[in-house]
């Protein structure tokens, strides 16, 4: 069935039902889904298992480096954490 071009009060529902729909299913809107925070997003970056690797060899290079006061591979290896984790966040 074509509609006629000026008859409109056809091809929607009426305030009342619209009103009466409401009531009956609830108004019509979508919630956006909770979003992450940015710090649970940042430290999922650490399940990695490079970035593992990493964290256990800064660990013994930092007791090595408290042994021999040397630290220059320990800053090397938390810099890599850091960059690593950074670029994949």
């Not at 800064?58 to 810099?79: K, M, P, R, V």
Request: net charge negative; charged share 20%; proline share 3%.
């Amino acid at each position: 069935m074509a509609a006629i071009k000026d008859d409109y009060s056809h091809l929607g529902l009426t305030d009342a039902e619209v009103l009466q729909s409401r009531e009956k299913h609830g108004v019509n809107l979508l919630t956006p889904p909770k979003r992450t925070s940015l710090w649970k997003l940042y430290l999922e970056k650490f399940e990695d298992p490079v970035v593992r690797v990493l964290l256990v060899a800064a660990l013994f290079s930092l007791i090595i480096s408290i042994i021999e006061n040397e630290y220059a591979e320990t800053i090397g290896i938390i810099a890599a954490i850091l960059l690593a984790t950074g670029i994949g966040f």
